[in-house]
């Protein structure tokens, strides 16, 4: 890892202004549209989750809300002492003995992660989670959309993301890892998930404008390929 890597993973915490009082804390829209995407891709049951890179621990609640004993990897040690000191079991790496044995994870997140690893490391990141997935088990991140004209703000706001992922390099990783790639969609609008119906209506009504004018530029940019053009993409391996 380069010098400027470790000098901004060593404050992203603080960048992020994640702290004890915030930590596992999603807003309402944000904590349904992660337990919608759970519950739209997770097929099968099982006892153990996987929350790869936990940040600020969103996740991890929502996982453990969801009924799975739920695990945190995360580098960054202040972030691993607070979600201790809130009962969440850590570790530092996908290689920690504490993790659960090989073929018995049923769904492994890695939300805003894995555009931080070089390809490299997201090569090795994609085996080891092959060898702990169950089979039908599933790996489902989000990451700024390489395939979209409309991503660099999402990809650049960050000096320590490396990685521009779009369908084709997602499809690849997971295949070079014996996973398939089953979906690749649009992380959903959080407007659509609002409790106020004024602003869940202005939120579906975007979403359809999206759709046409994302429809309409896919074929101006990529011919007759069906293209997400979102911002930020939601991809989804399935261990066969």
């Given at each position: 890892m380069s010098d400027y890597h470790e000098s901004a993973y060593a404050i992203y915490h603080e960048w992020k202004d994640w702290s004890v009082e915030s930590f596992g804390v999603a807003s309402q829209e944000l904590d349904a549209a992660y337990k919608a995407l759970l519950r739209k891709h997770v097929q099968i049951e099982g006892r153990y989750a996987i929350d790869f890179g936990f940040g600020n621990g969103e996740m991890l609640t929502i996982l453990r809300a969801t009924g799975f004993q739920s695990i945190g990897i995360e580098l960054n040690p202040v972030l691993c002492e607070i979600a201790s000191s809130k009962g969440y079991e850590t570790v530092g790496s996908l290689t920690d003995d504490r993790l659960p044995?090989?073929?018995?994870?049923?769904?492994?997140?890695?939300?805003?992660?894995?555009?931080?690893?070089?390809?490299?490391?997201?090569?090795?990141?994609?085996?080891?989670?092959?060898?702990?997935?169950?089979?039908?088990?599933?790996?489902?991140?989000?990451?700024?959309?390489?395939?979209?004209?409309?991503?660099?703000?999402?990809?650049?706001?960050?000096?320590?993301?490396?990685?521009?992922?779009?369908?084709?390099?997602?499809?690849?990783?997971?295949?070079?890892?014996?996973?398939?790639?089953?979906?690749?969609?649009?992380?959903?609008?959080?407007?659509?998930?609002s409790l106020r119906p004024l602003v869940r209506l202005k939120g579906l009504l975007r979403c359809y404008a999206e759709q046409i004018i994302s429809g309409l530029l896919s074929r101006v940019y990529y011919g007759n390929a069906d293209k997400v053009l979102s911002p930020v993409a939601v991809a989804v391996w399935t261990k066969a």
């Amino acid at each position: 890892m380069s010098d400027y890597h470790e000098s901004a993973y060593a404050i992203y915490h603080e960048w992020k202004d994640w702290s004890v009082e915030s930590f596992g804390v999603a807003s309402q829209e944000l904590d349904a549209a992660y337990k919608a995407l759970l519950r739209k891709h997770v097929q099968i049951e099982g006892r153990y989750a996987i929350d790869f890179g936990f940040g600020n621990g969103e996740m991890l609640t929502i996982l453990r809300a969801t009924g799975f004993q739920s695990i945190g990897i995360e580098l960054n040690p202040v972030l691993c002492e607070i979600a201790s000191s809130k009962g969440y079991e850590t570790v530092g790496s996908l290689t920690d003995d504490r993790l659960p044995c090989s073929c018995s994870v049923t769904v492994i997140t890695a939300f805003h992660v894995l555009e931080h690893l070089d390809k490299d490391t997201l090569r090795q990141t994609f085996a080891r989670f092959a060898i702990l997935l169950k089979r039908g088990g599933i790996v489902i991140a989000a990451f700024p959309n390489g395939d979209s004209p409309f991503a660099a703000s999402a990809f650049n706001g960050d000096i320590t993301h490396v990685t521009c992922i779009g369908s084709s390099m997602a499809d690849q990783v997971g295949s070079m890892s014996g996973l398939k790639l089953t979906s690749f969609h649009a992380f959903p609008a959080l407007t659509t998930y609002s409790l106020r119906p004024l602003v869940r209506l202005k939120g579906l009504l975007r979403c359809y404008a999206e759709q046409i004018i994302s429809g309409l530029l896919s074929r101006v940019y990529y011919g007759n390929a069906d293209k997400v053009l979102s911002p930020v993409a939601v991809a989804v391996w399935t261990k066969a």
